[in-house]
């Protein structure tokens, strides 16, 4: 069975500071590894993705994350944080070999202080 | 860009009410997910359709939900009857096999009140 953790639920930053969200997983098989942002009452919008390419990998609004399969992480990075990042963030794995179930952690959410 | 749609958007519904949602994938998605995510929670896979079929159930309250996809483009779920915990958003996502990325895509979510 595979599993997500996301390390603090809530977490601040200044604007302009670096920006870290943890995400740890478990699964049996090499997994496919995503992150999603999701703003109040819309749908989630991916980010980025991990799928065996190479292990940094950079998204959208200047977002990256590091595949650590010794840790067994997939940390999400943004140098210098905007208030427009305010938001949910979820960290997702999924398993190639089950038709791509994905399973999602509770979610961070970030606040960017002025 | 094409987008998977959903409607309603907002649903306020009576306990014992019979309540449905719709969902239309982005044309050319094979597989189809509804999920359903409590306040403060991450999204929990309620079923899955490769075409119109089931790929996944087996996190679906059967006694009371129900879902189809008949001709394996859009898709419906239903709760017959409502109950408080129901209470949620339900959001659709669809992805296609290319490349078995399984990328998905989301749509904008029901948010339903069961009062």
């Known amino acids: 069975a595979q599993s997500v953790t996301q390390l603090g639920s809530h977490v601040s930053v200044s604007e302009g500071a670096l920006v870290l969200l943890r995400c740890n997983y478990s699964?049996?098989?090499?997994?496919?590894l995503f992150w999603y942002v999701q703003y109040p009452n819309q749908g989630l919008q991916l980010l980025l993705k991990?799928?065996?390419?190479?292990?940094l990998v950079k998204g959208i609004n200047g977002f990256e994350a590091e595949f650590k399969k010794s840790e067994t992480s997939f940390h999400l990075t943004k140098p210098s944080a905007h208030m427009s990042d305010a938001a949910e963030y979820f960290c997702?794995?999924?398993?190639?070999?089950?038709?791509?179930?994905?399973?999602f952690g509770d979610g961070t959410t970030l606040t960017v202080k002025p | 860009e094409a987008e998977v749609a959903q409607s309603p958007r907002y649903k306020i519904t009576e306990k014992s009410q019979a309540v449905a949602f719709w969902c239309d994938p982005i044309?050319?998605?094979?597989?189809l997910y509804w999920y359903r995510q409590i306040l403060g929670q991450g999204p929990e896979l309620l079923v899955q359709?490769?075409?119109?079929?089931?790929?996944?159930d087996s996190q679906l309250p059967k006694d009371r939900f129900s879902a189809e996809r008949l001709k394996g483009v859009d898709s419906t779920l239903k709760i017959q009857p409502a109950e408080l915990g129901d209470s949620a958003m339900y959001l659709c996502?669809?992805?296609?096999?290319?490349?078995?990325?399984?990328?998905?895509?989301f749509g904008p979510g029901t948010r339903l009140t069961v009062t």
């Open positions: 996502a669809s992805s296609t096999l290319a490349g078995l990325m399984y990328e998905q895509y």
């Open positions: 699964s049996s098989v090499p997994p496919y």
């Open positions: 991990y799928t065996s390419a190479a292990t």
């Open positions: 997702a794995v999924s398993d190639p070999g089950n038709a791509g179930k994905s399973t």
């Open positions: 044309s050319g998605h094979a597989t």
């Open positions: 359709f490769q075409d119109e079929s089931v790929v996944d």
